[in-house]
């Protein structure tokens, strides 16, 4: 299960004692260092996982400010995600989840009108620590969250059942090209299939939201799985109902 939210406007905690987190590979060889006072970008439906691509439309007054103010300095901002309410109906931008993806813009299109198309590709998990006042966006004092676990015949072992079910769960249907389907399934770091299987085949928001809080490896693995073959049985019986609908209107005909 998911964490309870934080609202990122009343959370508790001190400002970390340095400007800067650790250091952390960027994903295309360079090695960034993440700051630990970072903007946040609030989304009802988006997660960003570390690795993963993120293309974004700006055209709200505060993020083409923040957009402004990344770019300017270390092109990083985060994702924040709004934890829908209860009904399901209403969202509250106060509540917001507290762990978050943080994402380095990797191109950025200013328009006529003002507004920005971006790619965000994440670096890496986070939670806020607290809110940073005095801009027209969200700001806050994150700490980086890792990849808990090490490599063992267990974790091989669910792993390769990912790998297994990302086949299974392509052959229902997916809009992605058979190339990054066999790329998915060819991923050998746990942290890295597990992340980008999430992202690109689980449709969920509350899934994805309860794989980007678990640091555990193993239990992330089991979470996917567990995940993906609901989604297969869900698409498998839509199959099975479609095929008995086209038996009865062939029999009616």
């Excluded at 328009?111 to 801009?135: F, H, M, W, Y």
């Excluded at 969200?138 to 700490?143: F, K, P, S």
């Excluded at 994805?208 to 809080?213: R, V």
């Excluded at 993906?228 to 086209?246: E, S, V």
């Amino acid at each position: 299960m998911t964490s309870p939210p934080s609202r990122l406007g009343r959370l508790n905690g001190s400002k970390p004692p340095s400007d800067h987190l650790p250091k952390l590979e960027d994903g295309l060889g360079s090695i960034v260092q993440v700051p630990t006072e970072i903007p946040v970008m609030v989304l009802s439906r988006a997660i960003l996982f570390p690795q993963s691509i993120l293309p974004l439309h700006i055209f709200e007054s505060r993020y083409r400010r923040m957009l402004k103010d990344s770019l300017a300095t270390h092109r990083m901002f985060g994702i924040g995600t709004v934890r829908p309410s209860p009904d399901g109906w209403e969202e509250n931008e106060e509540e917001v989840y507290n762990v978050f993806g943080i994402g380095i813009v990797r191109v950025a299109v200013n328009q006529p009108d003002g507004t920005s198309s971006l790619i965000l590709q994440g670096l890496c998990r986070a939670r806020a620590v607290n809110l940073v006042e005095g801009k027209p966006y969200r700001r806050a004092h994150i700490e980086i969250l890792q990849d808990q676990g090490k490599d063992c015949v267990a974790m091989d072992a669910l792993s390769a059942k990912v790998a297994e079910l990302v086949k299974i769960r392509a052959g229902l249907g997916t809009l992605y090209p058979k190339d990054a389907i066999e790329y998915l399934a060819s991923l050998r770091y746990p942290g890295v299939l597990s992340d980008l299987v999430t992202s690109t085949l689980l449709e969920d928001p509350q899934e994805k939201q309860d794989i980007l809080e678990t640091l555990d490896l193993l239990e992330r693995l089991k979470k996917v799985i567990h995940f993906l073959q609901k989604d297969i049985q869900r698409l498998l019986l839509a199959k099975d109902m479609g095929n008995k609908l086209d038996d009865n209107s062939a029999a009616l005909n």
